[in-house]
């Protein structure tokens, strides 16, 4: 074998394993193509790591993945681990990875599918290829949060009632270094460049757009669109085609890819890679969550987690053709008529029948 890489899998919970799986199979036949070795690491993240050793994210998880080539995560969390204290819940798990791992870049496209245009909620959803640039490991999920009992003496000196708080706060540095690698992604792609914030609101915002307007400059060939989220929010279902790169910050970038996601069809569609400083390893995941309702039935959809895989060849090892081949496999197994249970509408009440997990990772292998 002339080429070989290791990749560690962080199953996770909920559907995770099953379409992590689903991805690791067809990595490994498109790889086996190109005489490209795959070691596979297994982890444990997330509730399963609760359950394994009382925490969500063990050291060694942490260790062995930055000792890895490149991460692929499924999903986590669940109802399982609904009461468990703050500190120990399953999303801790991610984000402490992408902290760990330092993965400031959370890249998430969303494509309409020519086949899959009927499973999109728009009337006319055109053609919709845009790609989301969220910062991942700043602003209010990292910012400083607590809370002060009722009768706490609060900073001003007064007491009141029990408060709860949680902090939005980015620095320069944050900002640009995302901001760079939004202007280097629309340099190759139409050019576009939306810039999400709420700067009417938010001082942090106008941070954002005061930076984004200065590095403007140095792209005189990207046309910097800004608007506030809840525009935003309005315009990708009004004119969602339009889009090109959209870069926010982590919160909203969390809430706009889940409704860029569902414009497209569906969630189990939609790929994401988080990467951060130069060979550091990224880590690649469906964004989709752990569908507990959906676990270990054969229904949950691979096909996000499929594409995060070839994500992950393009992005971390330059492999475009093991990438291109997954995708277009995947492209044909749509055209093939397969579907899983999410993207079975096409049109005028009509369905086609869904095919499982298992079966719709074999067609697309059949397909490589
Ligand atoms: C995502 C998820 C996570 C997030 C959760 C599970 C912590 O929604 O990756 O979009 O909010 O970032
Ligand atoms: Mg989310």
Same mark, same amino acid.
Request: charged residues 25%.
């Given at each position: 074998?002339?080429?070989?890489?290791?990749?560690?899998?962080?199953?996770?919970?909920?559907?995770?394993?099953?379409?992590?799986?689903?991805?690791?199979?067809?990595?490994?036949?498109?790889?086996?193509?190109?005489?490209?070795?795959?070691?596979?690491?297994?982890?444990?993240?997330?509730?399963?790591?609760?359950?394994?050793?009382?925490?969500?994210?063990?050291?060694?998880?942490?260790?062995?993945?930055?000792?890895?080539?490149?991460?692929?995560?499924?999903?986590?969390?669940?109802?399982?681990?609904?009461?468990?204290?703050?500190?120990?819940?399953?999303?801790?798990?991610?984000?402490?990875?992408?902290?760990?791992?330092?993965?400031?870049?959370?890249?998430?496209?969303?494509?309409?599918?020519?086949?899959?245009?009927?499973?999109?909620?728009?009337?006319?959803?055109?053609?919709?290829?845009?790609?989301?640039?969220?910062?991942?490991?700043?602003?209010?999920?990292?910012?400083?949060?607590?809370?002060?009992?009722?009768?706490?003496?609060?900073?001003?000196?007064?007491?009141?009632?029990?408060?709860?708080?949680?902090?939005?706060?980015?620095?320069?540095?944050?900002?640009?270094?995302?901001?760079?690698?939004? =202007? +280097?992604?629309?340099?190759?792609?139409?050019?576009? !460049?939306?810039?999400? &914030?709420? *700067? $009417?609101? %938010?001082? #942090?915002?106008?941070?954002?757009?005061?930076?984004?307007?200065?590095?403007?400059?140095?792209?005189?060939?990207?046309?910097?669109?800004?608007?506030?989220?809840?525009?935003?929010?309005?315009?990708?279902?009004?004119?969602?085609?339009?889009?090109?790169?959209?870069?926010?910050?982590?919160?909203?970038?969390?809430?706009?890819?889940?409704?860029?996601?569902?414009?497209?069809?569906?969630?189990?569609?939609?790929?994401?890679?988080?990467?951060?400083?130069?060979?550091?390893?990224?880590? =690649? +995941?469906?964004?989709?969550?752990?569908?507990?309702? !959906?676990?270990?039935? &054969?229904? *949950? $959809?691979? %096909?996000? #987690?499929?594409?995060?895989?070839?994500?992950?060849?393009?992005?971390?090892?330059?492999?475009?053709?093991?990438?291109?081949?997954?995708?277009?496999?995947?492209?044909?197994?749509?055209?093939?008529?397969?579907?899983?249970?999410?993207?079975?509408?096409?049109?005028?009440?009509?369905?086609?029948?869904?095919?499982?997990?298992?079966?719709?990772?074999?067609?697309?292998?059949?397909?490589?």
């Amino acid at each position: 074998m002339s080429k070989k890489y290791t990749i560690a899998v962080i199953p996770g919970d909920g559907i995770g394993p099953e379409v992590t799986s689903a991805a690791v199979e067809v990595l490994q036949a498109a790889c086996a193509q190109r005489d490209i070795e795959i070691e596979i690491n297994e982890l444990t993240a997330g509730g399963a790591a609760i359950d394994k050793f009382g925490i969500p994210l063990p050291q060694e998880t942490i260790d062995k993945a930055k000792a890895s080539d490149a991460v692929l995560l499924g999903a986590v969390g669940g109802p399982k681990w609904d009461n468990v204290e703050p500190e120990k819940r399953p999303e801790k798990a991610l984000l402490g990875l992408r902290q760990g791992l330092g993965l400031y870049a959370n890249i998430r496209p969303a494509v309409v599918y020519s086949e899959l245009m009927d499973a999109s909620p728009l009337k006319k959803p055109g053609n919709i290829d845009l790609v989301i640039v969220r910062e991942l490991t700043g602003g209010i999920y990292f910012g400083k949060n607590g809370v002060y009992q009722s009768g706490d003496k609060l900073p001003d000196g007064t007491t009141k009632g029990k408060i709860a708080f949680d902090t939005e706060s980015y620095s320069e540095g944050e900002i640009n270094r995302i901001l760079k690698i939004a =202007f +280097e992604l629309s340099m190759k792609r139409r050019k576009k !460049l939306t810039l999400v &914030d709420k *700067a $009417n609101v %938010l001082v #942090s915002s106008r941070l954002w757009r005061n930076l984004a307007s200065q590095m403007s400059f140095d792209y005189p060939e990207v046309e910097l669109e800004c608007l506030y989220v809840d525009n935003c929010a309005m315009q990708l279902i009004s004119r969602p085609s339009s889009f090109d790169v959209i870069v926010t910050s982590n919160i909203f970038g969390d809430i706009l890819s889940d409704e860029a996601g569902q414009i497209v069809g569906s969630v189990g569609m939609l790929p994401s890679a988080s990467i951060g400083a130069p060979r550091t390893p990224g880590m =690649f +995941e469906p964004i989709h969550g752990s569908a507990p309702d !959906l676990a270990g039935r &054969d229904v *949950a $959809n691979p %096909l996000a #987690s499929i594409l995060s895989a070839a994500m992950m060849m393009r992005t971390m090892f330059g492999e475009e053709e093991v990438a291109a081949s997954i995708e277009l496999a995947v492209k044909k197994a749509l055209a093939t008529g397969a579907r899983t249970s999410d993207i079975t509408f096409i049109g005028e009440g009509e369905h086609i029948t869904p095919i499982g997990t298992r079966a719709m990772t074999k067609t697309v292998i059949e397909n490589l």
